[in-house]
């Protein structure tokens, strides 16, 4: 029997699952909690596995098969999106870490009532427009503001043609707008820091407490990290909604194009500087210098786009010195057998 498609299940999975010579019975992971998978096999399983995942890589999202003994996950099924960064960094670790897979639409989620963050807005775009689901910026605690322009209006210049919507989950304001984008049976994602409201938001489109929710500190709005385990959810109607862990660091991870379509206005603008190979310096002619100096171009996106290309820079170079070491051991391992 073919996996379920209400559960998301779709061709391009399909298609890799059979690459793969079609293996075991493919269910959704619906939830995470260290080392272990919480597995649902059709859209309305209410008996899920209990997987681990010891050898594999697992993602809130993900599809996979499980061991013959359904003890643990066997094989994760290529993913036809991911939302990823570097994991925290500890020693010499160079690892990916999923925040969530498989997903159509992913909400970069922004509380109104806290001063607007341009920077952290556009290292998620980078994120976003790289995993391959379609960005949208959601604005939540609209019942906290008198106007939500000057917030949104802000967040829109970094957002370029990326939508901007108002919701609220206390309200209910806008919820049906972000509802809307689950229509075809479309996998949801909220990703952004602890505090902002995405789990009182999972509460009003499920129209139930699913999901626990914490005050945030009353001095920076700060949250408490309340949410801990991914969960993949139901809508009522159709889709899917994925609930993420508040986030605080977002370190980029080796990429496509995520810098180029978060900055295109930027990358526009070098197109137009009279030296290929133009460093936006000092050299004459340059586009970029000259919308910075005519107010057209903040300093300060100049400055993140900089500090983001130096950062995806150095991730190469040290993706590149991590293959090399592998390599020689696995030079030394084959010289040795
Ligand atoms: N006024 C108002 N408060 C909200 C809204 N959404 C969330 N809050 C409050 O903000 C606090 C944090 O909400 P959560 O939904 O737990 O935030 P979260 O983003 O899920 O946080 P983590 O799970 O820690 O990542 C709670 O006290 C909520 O009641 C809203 O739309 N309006
Ligand atoms: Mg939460
Ligand atoms: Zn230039």
């Not at 040290?318 to 070491?325: D, G, K, L, N």
Request: glycine share 8%; net charge negative; proline share 4%.
């Amino acid at each position: 029997m073919s996996p379920d498609r209400q559960l998301g299940w779709n061709d391009a999975l399909q298609a890799s699952w059979e690459a793969a010579g079609a293996p075991g019975a493919p269910g959704r992971v619906a939830r995470i909690d260290r080392g272990w998978s919480t597995v649902m096999r059709h859209a309305d399983d209410d008996d899920p596995l209990r997987l681990r995942n010891l050898y594999v890589d697992v993602a809130i999202g993900d599809w996979v098969v499980p061991s013959d003994d359904a003890e643990q996950v066997d094989h994760v099924i290529e993913r036809t999106s991911a939302f990823v960064r570097r994991a925290s960094f500890e020693g010499d670790r160079f690892e990916a870490d999923y925040l969530a897979a498989n997903i159509d639409v992913v909400f970069l989620v922004h509380a109104l009532g806290s001063p607007p963050n341009q920077r952290r807005l556009e290292r998620e775009l980078v994120l976003a427009f790289d995993s391959g689901a379609e960005p949208v910026v959601l604005l939540t605690k609209a019942d906290l503001v008198v106007d939500p322009e000057p917030m949104r209006a802000e967040l829109t210049d970094v957002a370029l043609g990326v939508p901007v919507i108002v919701a609220s989950g206390i309200s209910g304001e806008g919820v049906d707008r972000v509802r809307a984008f689950a229509g075809g049976n479309r996998t949801l994602a909220f990703l952004g820091a602890s505090g902002v409201g995405k789990s009182t938001l999972v509460n009003a489109l499920l129209d139930a407490d699913v999901m626990d929710t914490g005050e945030v500190r009353a001095g920076d709005q700060r949250g408490r990290h309340t949410t801990v385990a991914a969960q993949l959810l139901r809508l009522p109607g159709e889709g899917w909604l994925i609930d993420t862990p508040g986030v605080r660091a977002l370190s980029l991870w080796l990429s496509g194009h995520g810098i180029e379509r978060a900055f295109a206005d930027v990358f526009d603008l070098m197109d137009h500087c009279r030296f290929r190979d133009c460093k936006h310096d000092r050299e004459p002619g340059c586009a970029v210098r000259a919308a910075v100096q005519g107010g057209s171009l903040d300093p300060a996106r100049l400055a993140s786009l900089e500090r983001l290309v130096a950062e995806e820079a150095a991730l190469e170079a040290e993706q590149e010195r991590f293959e090399r070491r592998a390599d020689r051991r696995g030079f030394r391992r084959s010289r040795s057998s």
